[in-house]
């Protein structure tokens, strides 16, 4: 592409001339790839479990919330046009 250093383009004006997808992209496709493959799996699979499960007892700390996994997923939904009720329908 013979593009230097000097040429003070932007990384969004050089993904739209090669034509690749952002890593945003990618991480979002790989998301929803995982989240799909999580909600075929059996109730009895750990990675399922960890995803339905809430704390037995404590709580979180009262510092900047960090996103869960369901957070994300709801996100890339969003960010992708998926229009559903629940995240969870998408599998059934």
């Known amino acids: 592409m013979r593009i230097t250093w000097m040429d003070k383009m932007t990384n969004k004006e050089i993904l739209e001339r090669t034509?690749?997808?952002?890593?945003?992209?990618?991480?979002?496709?790989?998301?929803?790839?995982?989240?799909?493959?999580?909600?075929?799996?059996?109730?009895?699979?750990?990675?399922?479990?960890?995803?339905?499960?809430?704390?037995?007892?404590?709580h979180r700390k009262k510092t900047r919330l960090r996103l869960q996994f369901k957070d994300t997923i709801k996100r890339n939904h969003k960010l992708r046009d998926i229009k559903t009720d629940s995240w969870t329908s998408l599998s059934q």
């Open 19 to 58: 034509e690749l997808p952002s890593m945003e992209d990618l991480l979002i496709r790989k998301n929803l790839r995982w989240t799909g493959h999580l909600m075929k799996m059996s109730p009895d699979r750990l990675p399922k479990q960890v995803l339905y499960s809430k704390l037995s007892s404590g």
